[in-house]
């Protein structure tokens, strides 16, 4: 089996032991049954069990594992090793913008809490009818590329406005939250949700930079969404 | 070292916000009761997120369809081990279940008469058993995602509360065997806490991480089952294991049954489509363990693909691109990014790989825990319940069908959540007392933990364990190996009992909280290994050499002495049995005869 060595620089810091954070460096041996970032982490971790990481279904689906790769943010198992160029050390970096806990891990509070904001739930005030309430293929089609959301933060920590403002804009997963449920034929509450962000900046803090478009993993566009929330209230307000 | 432990008082604790977990917080929640749900991870990343053809239901909006032939079609699954009771009560729940997801927000795909989208699935038949019929409700191939989604939204509204990334470590009993609550470490800071409650619902999942091959995700550490066992109360049926036909060859990640309900097909070296051999009628749609079974058939016979024959080839090619991409998209993206395919080009590279624990905790069909006592073999444990992939209702038996897991965990949860709200209705509003022994069994694991000098390698014990249940207890099973898997991971027990961390810090400590995962794993395994060598018959996906088909043991099930539930104890690795309920809720009893599909 082919073995290579991978070298990474990785942010360390546990606030129970380290006076301030520091990049270690640390090499680790892989084999061809290693594909992604994360199985060498994996490996890492074996070696030194002190490095702290999210992780859990390894397959993109969970948005447990986003870390700040080689100054990008993307999914550890969804990283391809081989997308490394040999020689350079891996650089691995928390999300940027939000509080570490501890190495790699950030604490998302803010990130979630901007994501409770928006009301990320369908509402609608008819009694519930006995079968499903109906809605054609096309009007599901509107859901696509919204509800396949992982909430793994990739976005809204690349996003400047977001760094500057994690209080007050809601930031590019929140927002795309908000689309799809506005964008629901069997959601009654369009009005209420762009009550909710028609504020300097909730909403209009985003200046279609795009970095969110850029680093999400599932391949979603929340600046299209955001435009089009812009484009209702506009159109609410002439 | 004697750690401090804070007390917090709730009515409910639920332990585990996977799709189990959740449904039951819905029901607490909506109730006014004062709930607590602990969560290892953010509630949108537990496993269920990582399901994807669909849920079964018989709703029916593509062709006639029963309730009662998804009865017969999932007690025939089980190869008759399942409980014809609990069985019954989750087909005819099931088409409430799903509309009430759908109310919840939930984005399936939908038929152009606006109703639900519904596909085949592997074991769905109509007519009891005569022809596949399009029963699983599907959100694309991100069925599990969508479904966890809607359900954590819904506690939002609900204003339910969480406590994201705290570790259960033990289940706190009284000396009369009541349920008061459970201990817990809040990962941020390494602090212990009891949550005492007159409810606990354990939704932990399933242990897929006692194998080698997986498709689960490293957090499936059988938690809940290890506290419970470790709590004193039985296992049930720890010998089925599901192993799904396709699982990415190396990397283990679950290609869906979806694919084959859209009409893929699986094919050996000689590019032959092999299920037709095996499975006359349904094919590729036969029942997982059939399925799985033939291809480790046609790869040990030498039909296997690639340099080392070690796979077999799902094949897509022949279905129009846009199916793929509007129906399964997540398998085109799971293809390219872990077989390195392009799935409309190309077939993927398939193996069966362990996805789900049949066994569990014993419930009965409301969610309460069961143990057998001195009236019955069925007492109810008070305060205790639990629901989905950790517990044994028992639904699945010997072999659980595609789509009933996402089922199962909706209706169960559901089921455990509106018997806890019942039973603290009725029950004085006073917590009971907690015995004074009610945190050492956590505290001295976590003492012994944080002073273990030259131990065992936590990394390295596990994958030992992992190696020992993927080689002695894996699809088919053979009398020596088991004999001497079960002195091998005994061994490993050993190890575990002795295992050191080097990272002894309090925050976010994660080579701790895999000490303590590892744990729990060990109970799964012991109990899965002991149970496997005990059962002398094959039946569902316990398949063993020295249980051959016969004509006097079709398939090797041998009613007469095995229709019985397994029930390991920790205490002693003791088993026991009990029987299987053969009676419904109210039709007739669907009788025993030879699986064939």
Redesign the interface.
């Known amino acids: 089996m082919t073995t290579r060595t991978l070298q990474f620089k990785i942010y360390r810091y546990?606030?129970?032991?380290d006076q301030k954070p520091y990049m270690q460096d640390i090499a680790v041996e892989v084999d061809s049954?290693d594909?992604k970032l994360l199985d060498a982490l994996v490996k890492l971790?074996?070696v030194?069990?002190?490095i702290?990481?999210?992780?859990?279904?390894?397959?993109?689906?969970?948005?447990?594992d986003a870390l700040n790769i080689n100054g990008r943010n993307g999914l550890a198992c969804?990283t391809d090793l081989g997308s490394f160029p040999d020689g350079k050390p891996i650089v691995l970096r928390p999300l940027p913008g939000l509080p570490i806990?501890?190495?790699l891990?950030v604490d998302?509070t803010q990130f979630?809490k901007q994501y409770?904001s928006i009301?990320?739930?369908?509402i609608?005030n008819d009694p519930?009818p006995?079968?499903?309430?109906?809605?054609?293929?096309e009007?599901?089609e509107e859901?696509d590329g919204l509800?396949?959301c992982?909430?793994c933060a990739c976005c809204s920590t690349s996003c400047p406005s977001f760094w500057w403002n994690p209080d007050k804009f809601v930031g590019p997963a929140g927002l795309l939250a908000a689309y799809r449920?506005i964008a629901?034929t069997?959601?009654q509450a369009t009005n209420e949700r762009l009550d909710n962000l028609e504020d300097p900046y909730r909403l209009f803090r985003c200046h279609t930079i795009m970095n969110c478009v850029d680093v999400c993993p599932k391949g979603l566009n929340p600046t299209k969404a955001i435009g089009k929330i812009k484009d209702m209230m506009v159109k609410r307000a002439i | 070292m004697s750690q401090k432990v804070t007390v917090r008082k709730f009515d409910a604790v639920i332990v585990g916000a996977g799709g189990a977990g959740l449904r039951a917080a819905i029901q607490l929640s909506e109730a006014g009761l004062k709930t607590a749900v602990l969560t290892k991870?953010?509630p949108?990343?537990?496993?269920t997120?990582?399901a994807q053809g669909g849920v079964a239901a018989s709703l029916g909006n593509s062709e006639e369809d029963h309730w009662h032939w998804h009865m017969y079609d999932t007690v025939k699954g089980s190869d008759w081990l399942g409980d014809q009771d609990a069985i019954e009560f989750m087909c005819r729940k099931a088409n409430e279940c799903v509309?009430e997801l759908?109310?919840?927000?939930m984005?399936?795909?939908?038929?152009?008469?606006?109703?639900?989208y519904q596909r085949p699935f592997g074991g769905h038949m109509s007519n009891f058993g005569e022809k596949p019929v399009r029963r699983s409700c599907a959100?694309a191939d991100?069925t599990g995602?969508?479904m966890l989604?809607?359900m954590y939204?819904?506690n939002?509204?609900a204003s339910t509360q969480f406590f994201v990334e705290w570790m259960a470590l033990d289940l706190i009993r009284d000396a009369e065997g009541e349920v008061l609550g459970v201990t817990a470490m809040e990962m941020?800071t390494g602090e212990i806490y009891a949550f005492h409650a007159r409810a606990t619902i354990f939704a932990t999942g399933g242990a897929g991480r006692i194998y080698y091959s997986s498709t689960n995700?490293?957090?499936n550490t059988g938690d809940g089952v290890g506290m419970a066992a470790r709590a004193g109360i039985p296992l049930e049926d720890m010998e089925f294991w599901q192993f799904h036909p396709t699982g990415v060859a190396?990397?283990g990640?679950?290609i869906t049954e979806g694919v084959r309900g859209e009409g893929g097909i699986l094919r050996n070296s000689n590019g032959e489509r092999f299920m037709e051999r095996y499975a006359p009628n349904a094919k590729d749609l036969a029942s997982r363990d059939v399925v799985s079974r033939a291809m480790v058939t046609e790869i040990n016979e030498g039909r296997g693909c690639g340099p080392n024959k070690d796979f077999v080839l799902l094949d897509i090619t022949h279905l129009p691109p846009e199916t793929i991409m509007k129906r399964l998209p997540?398998i085109h993206?799971?293809a390219v990014?872990?077989a390195g395919v392009d799935a409309l080009k190309e077939p993927i590279p398939v193996v069966p790989t362990c996805h789900y624990q049949m066994g569990g905790i014993p419930t009965n069909y409301h969610g309460q825990v069961v143990v057998p006592g001195k009236r019955s073999q069925n007492e109810i444990v008070p305060g205790f319940y639990a629901a989905g992939e950790c517990a044994c209702a028992s639904v699945h038996g010997a072999n659980r069908l595609g789509t009933n897991s996402l089922l199962d965990l909706l209706v169960f949860g559901k089921s455990a959540g509106e018997t806890a709200v019942e039973e603290l209705k009725k029950s004085p509003k006073a917590h009971k007392e907690l015995p004074a022994d009610a945190f050492e069994r956590s505290l001295a694991r976590l003492d012994r933990l944080n002073t273990q000098k030259d131990g065992a390698n936590?990394?390295?014990t596990q994958l030992a364990m992992r190696r020992t249940m993927q080689k002695h207890a894996g699809v088919f099973r053979f009398n020596d190996l088991l004999k001497e898997g079960v002195q091998k991971i005994l061994e490993v027990q050993q190890d575990v009992q002795r295992t050191e961390?080097?990272?002894k810090?309090?925050?976010?400590?994660?080579?701790r909280i895999?000490a303590l995962e590892l744990d729990n794993l060990i109970e799964v395994a012991v109990a899965t290994m002991v149970s496997a060598e005990a059962r002398k018959e094959s039946r569902g996906a316990h398949v063993r050499d020295d249980a051959p088909d016969t004509p006097e043991h079709p398939n090797g099930r041998d009613d007469a002495n095995w229709l019985k539930h397994t029930l390991w104890y920790k205490e002693g690795n003791r088993l026991d049995y009990k029987s299987v309920n053969l009676r419904p809720l109210t039709v007739e009893t669907i009788a025993l005869k030879k699986r064939a599909y």
């Open positions: 546990d606030p129970d032991q049954t594909r971790k074996a030194d069990d002190s702290a990481f999210r992780r859990s279904c390894r397959e993109g689906v969970c948005g447990s969804l806990i501890r190495d891990i998302m979630f409770h009301k990320p739930y369908l609608n519930p006995e079968r499903e309430r109906l809605q054609s293929p009007d599901r859901l509800y396949e992982i909430l449920f629901d069997r959601d | 991870v953010f949108t990343r537990s496993h997120v990582a509309i759908e109310h919840y927000g984005p399936f795909d939908r038929l152009d008469n606006g109703r639900i959100a991100r995602h969508a989604h809607a939204q819904r939002v509204r941020e995700a490293f957090i190396g990397a990640v679950l997540g993206e799971i990014q872990f936590v990394h390295e961390i080097k990272d810090s309090q925050v976010f400590n994660t080579a895999e």
